[in-house]
């Protein structure tokens, strides 16, 4: 076998490949579009302005809303401090209780 | 089979052929190659397509949000308020807005709380719609287990589970505890009359600047955020994340650079011998070169593929789970979504350009006057 | 028929180490005939080779193939002549290692075009008649002396080159595989090709097959 013909036919495969993702994402996206379309009628009919992305702290959950004058805005335990926060989180299992754990508990 | 394609092929025959006795140290060079591609791609992939999901989904929002600001923090707002700014021209609504967070110390995770402005989607007295991470994060064990807050030691508040939010919408709405009004004002003793700010609906969005101008005379205690700067900032978050990234990969970019360069640069004496001995008999110096540049092209071009391919796979595929730590943040209740797939054509073309382009020219410069040296050298 | 007029060939021109590796030789060269140049170590053989097989330029004089005055020609037009009408076999064969006998052999085949299969074909006929048929698959350094010269040979012939040109082709041989070359000389010049080599070997210009010896001293013909 030549050795161009299995590096060849890799590369065609991989081609087809980017082919395939670029089919991939025409196949989804009128099903996104109506996810996304889903997404902002629920924005519209809750009045909601920003992504849920970064729950702890005010400054994040609603950067657009956020008063940035105030301190100590986090959530328990995790660093405030730029950039530790971005990458260490708080203790995992901080905060684990939980209350009602089974139907019969709550029919009491 | 023209001519021009059967020299090509066997030119490219020839350069695997060579590269075929490296083996280890080729595969070695493309795989190390196309994960500096592939971290690359993840993140330009990664942050354009929440960059447009964040733009679609907050297109809904309001045009203009207006807070109440008392010694520089932000306060609840009047309803006597409403009146002022709804008698303003160019505004055709305006509504009060109730939310807040709440720190629900069972599940250690922060809920946003909020009072639907549409009357379809506002649950009934004593009940509640929560976002699929409200869920995940108090393990809720049972389908439509009840939602039980405590405020304060000894205190108990139960809501009936009316409805969870998909995890289709978890973007926006992950960590929401949606009560009606009532509910809301009880669970946070708040009086009524005062909301947390006010949601205001502008007809024609070039009237903002104007309408902002004249109510902040109106409200010189407020402030005012418009829709596209939350817009704005989303861009921004995004792209600083892209950029964290890449600057991260920059260090394994630069590591992979010194490496293709002293492989390219460093024309051994054995690779100099070989192609005197292709000159001798009868490659010409275009010849030559023709087969390095399918050597730069066919390393470079592979490794842009598995690297970009890769990317896509792990980005849509995978919710880019292996760089998810520094391109997603963390949060104690995170959404859950997947990503709209998305490529951006000049985007691909860009990282082709700077992938294929210079690792194929670096092999090329230290060739050239190897190529053109005389054929009769290898007799001498 | 290759006319050389007057050839000089100066290397290094111009520097401290210049050389005058010809000093004005003229000669003809015949058409289907054994042509050996001889001479000591340094009296010009190599070099005359090299011009004659079109590989590099005289300094001064005119070289001529087939009536043609081919001296002045860049150095895209010499390969174009010198790859389809000349083949070459190096005093070190000069084979590329880590590819095998028949990639090694095909090369010279690889800048022109043609299709991939008939030069295969091609290449395993020339290899089955110098008696290499299995060991076309071989990386060329498992190879012993003699098969390496053989496969040197078929590279050589790929093109189907009318003439052969080998420098010092025995130099490296004993005398069992010396007379396997020359048969397979004599085998070539049957099948019409011209074959000019060098050699200080006199097991060589004493064979029956040699037509012409042309004798070298210090960059000139003797004789």
Redesign the interface.
């Known amino acids: 076998m030549r050795p161009s013909t299995p590096v060849f036919a890799a590369i065609a495969l991989f081609t087809l490949g980017f082919a395939g993702a670029g089919l991939h994402v025409l196949a989804t996206a009128p099903g996104e579009a109506a996810r996304m379309e889903a997404s902002a009628a629920l924005v519209r009919a809750a009045g909601l302005t920003d992504l849920a992305l970064f729950t702890e702290a005010r400054y994040s959950r609603h950067p657009s809303m956020a008063d940035l004058h105030s301190a100590f805005q986090d959530a328990p335990m995790s660093f405030e401090h730029f950039p530790s926060g971005t990458f260490v989180s708080p203790p995992v299992g901080f905060g684990g209780g939980r209350l009602g754990g089974s139907a019969e508990e709550v029919a009491q | ?7 090509q ?6 350069t ?3 590269l ?2 490296r083996k280890g140290k080729t595969f070695a060079l493309v795989a190390v190659y196309a994960l500096v591609v592939f971290v690359v791609a993840s993140a330009m992939l990664f942050a354009t397509a929440l960059t447009r ?2 733009d ?7 045009e203009l ?1 207006v ?1 109440h ?1 008392k010694m ?3 306060e609840m707002i009047d309803g006597a308020e409403i009146t002022k700014i709804a008698g303003l021209r160019g505004v055709s609504s305006v ?1 009060g ?1 109730l939310w807040g ?1 709440f ?10 709380f ?1 009072v ?3 009357p ?2 506002v649950p009934g007295p004593g009940e509640a719609i929560v ?1 699929e ?1 409200v869920q995940r994060a ?2 809720a ?2 389908e439509g ?2 939602l ?1 807050l ?1 405020r304060f030691t000894g205190d ?1 508040v139960k809501f009936e589970v009316a409805r969870t ?1 998909g995890a ?9 505890v ?1 009560l009606n009004e009532a509910d809301f004002r009880a669970f946070f003793d708040l009086p009524d009359g005062v909301w947390t ?1 006010l ?1 205001v609906s502008i007809r024609n969005p070039r009237e903002i600047d104007t309408v902002i101008d004249k109510a902040s005379r109106l409200m010189p205690d407020a402030r005012f ?1 418009t ?1 596209d ?2 817009r704005r ?2 861009q921004k ?1 995004f792209s600083w994340r892209e950029g ?1 990234m890449i600057a991260l990969a920059s260090a394994a970019v630069l590591a992979f650079a010194i490496f293709a360069a002293d492989k390219a640069s460093g024309l051994s004496a054995d690779e100099a011998r ?1 192609i005197g ?2 000159k ?8 030559v070169i023709s087969m390095k540049l399918w050597e730069g092209a ?1 390393v470079s ?2 490794a842009f ?2 690297g ?2 890769g990317a ?1 796979v792990h980005v ?1 595929g995978f919710g880019a789970g292996l760089i998810a ?2 391109l ?8 859950d979504f997947r990503l ?4 951006d054509g000049m985007q691909i073309a860009t990282l082709f350009l700077l992938t294929v382009l210079p690792y194929t020219a670096a092999t090329l410069v230290p060739i050239w006057r190897a190529a053109s040296a ?3 050298q ?3 | 028929m290759i006319e050389l007029q007057e050839v000089t060939k100066l290397y290094n021109e111009g520097r401290p180490n210049e050389v005058a590796a010809l000093g004005g030789v003229s000669l003809t060269i015949a058409r289907d005939a054994v042509t050996v140049l001889t001479g000591p170590s340094g009296s010009g053989k190599t070099t005359l080779l090299s011009l004659v097989g079109l590989m590099a330029r005289p300094t001064t004089g005119r070289v001529f193939l087939d009536g043609e005055m081919i001296s002045g020609l860049p150095e895209r037009f010499l390969t174009a002549e010198r790859r389809t009408r000349f083949g070459f076999v190096f005093q070190r064969f000069n084979l590329i290692r880590g590819l095998t006998v028949m990639e090694n052999v095909m090369l010279p085949a690889a800048p022109l075009g043609e299709a991939y299969g008939a030069v295969r074909a091609r290449a395993q006929a020339r290899l089955a008649s110098l008696g290499l048929a299995d060991k076309a698959e071989i990386p060329v350094e498992y190879l012993s002396g003699g098969e390496t010269q053989r496969v040197a040979i078929a590279r050589a012939l790929i093109n189907d080159a009318a003439v052969l040109i080998a420098d010092e082709p025995t130099a490296n041989l004993d005398s069992a595989l010396a007379d396997r070359f020359l048969e397979i000389v004599a085998g070539l010049r049957g099948e019409g090709r011209t074959i000019i080599m060098t050699s200080h070997d006199p097991r060589i210009w004493g064979a029956e097959v040699v037509d012409r010896v042309v004798e070298m001293r210090d960059g000139r013909v003797v004789r």
């Open positions: 089979m023209t001519p021009w394609i059967n020299r092929r066997s030119l490219a025959d020839y695997l052929a060579a075929g006795r999901e964040a679609l989904v907050l297109a809904e929002a309001p949000t807070q600001v520089g923090r932000h509504e807005r967070y720190y629900d110390a069972t599940s250690g995770a922060n809920y946003t909020q639907p402005s549409d379809a989607l976002g991470g108090r393990r064990t049972w287990a009840p039980f405590s108990m939010l289709e919408s978890a973007l926006v709405s992950s960590d929401l949606l700010d949601a955020v829709r700067e939350i900032t989303y978050l964290l070989e001995i292709l001798a008999i009868g490659w010409d110096t275009r010849d066919l071009l592979g593929l598995i970009t391919l896509y849509f730590p520094v997603k943040g963390w949060s104690v209740i995170y959404p709209a797939p998305l490529v005389d054929p009769d290898v007799m001498r």
